[in-house]
């Protein structure tokens, strides 16, 4: 790959939120070109902001983004999404009236993810391949919406929430999927998710958000081996972690 490919992210004094109000404040940290990183805080602490305020979907007050050398907040969504950034949101948002195929065709980017190699991850998606958007389960969607946000191609994905309101057999069979990208390297990779310990357990590094700030970035071993702090940092009873 050359070497922009290889970019990694990085913010700088970033503040944020919607119209006057500012949700994050003063953020700064820096992802290493396939590092992965979970992000874990109890609701309502920013951490959906802080991934659209990356892809530019929220009003940036100051600070900046950058996506290797090259300075990417004055960039509209979909100039970040052909920059390299590929994003899988909370709400899926996979086209109803589109087939499985055509959901994931629509931000093909030349690249090593290829249809062929995403029904490879996820064989249920190749089944489903000619079914209607909206005739699918939400751990189909999931799937979806993960393959459609590989097929772009992306140096850094964004994944939201990608487990919440899933069954358990497809939680694990998601997990294990997201395990392979991670073990396959090249990608950075972002994770929010409420789930503690499939966060710790996905990256090396994680970062916990509280009110808009980040009230600590380290080795997810270090929370691991101390849940009276984990318990600390997201607040009285795990703030609805487990
Ligand atoms: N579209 C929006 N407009 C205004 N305020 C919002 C919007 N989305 C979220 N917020 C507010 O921003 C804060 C952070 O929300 P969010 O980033 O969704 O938190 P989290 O993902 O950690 O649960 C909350 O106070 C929420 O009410
Ligand atoms: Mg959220």
Request: proline share 5%.
């Amino acid at each position: 790959m050359p070497e922009m490919q290889k970019a990694g992210l990085s913010l700088g004094n970033v503040s944020a939120g919607y119209g006057a109000t500012v949700v994050l404040e003063d953020l700064s940290f820096d992802l290493a070109a396939g590092e992965k990183l979970s992000i874990i805080g109890r609701n309502g602490v920013g951490k959906t902001t802080l991934l659209a305020t990356i892809m530019g979907l929220t009003r940036l007050h100051a600070g900046r983004i950058g996506l290797g050398d090259r300075d990417i907040a004055a960039l509209r969504p979909n100039r970040r999404a052909q920059a390299g950034i590929g994003f899988v949101p909370q709400q899926r948002e996979i086209f109803p009236s589109l087939t499985v195929e055509e959901n994931l065709l629509v931000g093909l980017r030349p690249g090593a993810w290829t249809l062929e190699r995403i029904y490879e991850l996820f064989p249920r998606l190749q089944q489903r391949r000619a079914n209607m958007g909206n005739q699918l389960s939400g751990g189909e969607q999931q799937m979806l919406a993960f393959g459609r946000a590989l097929l772009t191609n992306p140096r850094v994905l964004l994944l939201d929430e990608p487990f919440e309101g899933l069954a358990p057999v497809i939680v694990e069979q998601l997990f294990h999927a997201l395990l392979r990208l991670r073990d396959e390297g090249g990608l950075s990779i972002i994770m929010v998710e409420q789930h503690a310990k499939l966060a710790l357990a996905f990256a090396p590094r994680t970062m916990v958000m509280s009110r808009g700030r980040i009230a600590f970035d380290g080795a997810s071993r270090s929370l691991i081996d101390d849940p009276a702090r984990l318990d600390a940092l997201c607040g009285i009873g795990g703030g609805g972690l487990h």
